[in-house]
């Protein structure tokens, strides 16, 4: 059997790895090459890098897969998609006699389309997982053959249950491309009236809405890699917190600081701050922070409007 993965993020390199291995990765097809950093050089993705640094043929098309392309790929068997961020059309996903199949990062149907890891964790839920789908022209609609669970802790970050999900991927593989190959693999369809969608994010998603619980403010923290708030014009970055429930009569959004702590009041909580980071400097410990900035008494900052993160 011979593959082709599709993959644009390092979630995807334990299942690469794992297809190495077994000498079934016949090509990567990833995204082009991006400008990264103040030269604006062009840099390859994680996964470019991977397929480069282990001599494994490597596709970088544009969105639109013309003949040139299906050239490429005429003698693949199957075709594995995770987190390759472009649409396939029906051409694609039926191209291979094996079919197309994705490795979605959720337990379908709940948390389908852009960003079910961060969302999760946002939103509180305290389990997901990864899901071996078969692909649909409609956004991860197809139905699922094989499902591994992963528990969400109180301390995951965006990262770290990236990945643990990396790991689910790479095992569900395992135990299933024999059934696949020989064409013995069940698929179940999903119970669409259950669907939910985890909408892609951007930076106004960051920034804090204070009449949120401090806890749901914690999740979005650890979901998104910081937490942002606006001070004297300045966007401040909220990188490690805690949340504390305890009871309170302060509006929310209320800064209360000594020599050693930040806290910032929100719903019937507060969010106790353990690292802070101002524009163009290095993160900080609260400790060190509040040795050389203090914010005004009696503060009370913004709350952000948030859209909803599910649509």
Request: aromatic share 8%; net charge positive; hydrophobic share 40%.
């Amino acid at each position: 059997m011979r593959i082709a993965f599709f993959s644009s993020d390092a979630i995807s390199i334990n299942a690469l790895e794992f297809l190495k291995q077994k000498d079934l990765l016949a090509c990567v097809v990833s995204n082009p090459d991006k400008p990264k950093g103040r030269g604006k050089a062009l840099s390859p993705n994680a996964v470019s890098e991977w397929a480069l640094k282990n001599n494994i043929k490597l596709l970088r098309p544009e969105k639109v897969l013309d003949d040139s392309f299906f050239d490429e790929v005429k003698d693949i068997d199957l075709f594995l998609v995770m987190a390759y961020g472009n649409i396939l059309k029906e051409k694609t996903l039926k191209f291979p006699k094996l079919g197309c199949l994705n490795l979605h990062a959720s337990l379908l149907p709940k948390l389908r389309g852009a960003s079910p890891i961060e969302t999760a964790i946002a939103l509180g839920f305290k389990q997901t997982g990864c899901c071996l789908m078969q692909m649909e022209k409609t956004m991860d609609t197809g139905a699922v053959g094989a499902v591994e669970i992963v528990d969400i802790s109180n301390e995951d970050t965006g990262e770290s249950l990236r990945k643990k999900i990396s790991v689910l991927a790479k095992n569900i593989l395992e135990k299933n491309l024999e059934d696949i190959k020989n064409q013995n693999f069940l698929f179940i369809q999903q119970k669409h009236a259950e669907a939910t969608y985890a909408r892609k994010l951007n930076k106004s998603d960051m920034f804090l809405d204070f009449r949120k619980s401090a806890s749901e403010l914690d999740s979005r923290i650890r979901a998104f890699g910081a937490g942002l708030f606006e001070y004297n014009n300045e966007v401040i970055k909220i990188l490690k917190s805690k949340a504390i429930d305890s009871a309170h009569t302060f509006e929310v959004g209320r800064i209360s600081q000594g020599k050693d702590f930040l806290r910032i009041y929100t719903k019937e909580s507060f969010l106790e701050v353990e690292v802070l980071q101002r524009p163009c400097q290095k993160p900080l410990a609260i400790t060190e922070f509040l040795c050389g900035f203090k914010f005004e008494e009696n503060t009370i900052l913004k709350s952000a409007d948030n859209a909803p993160l599910l649509k």
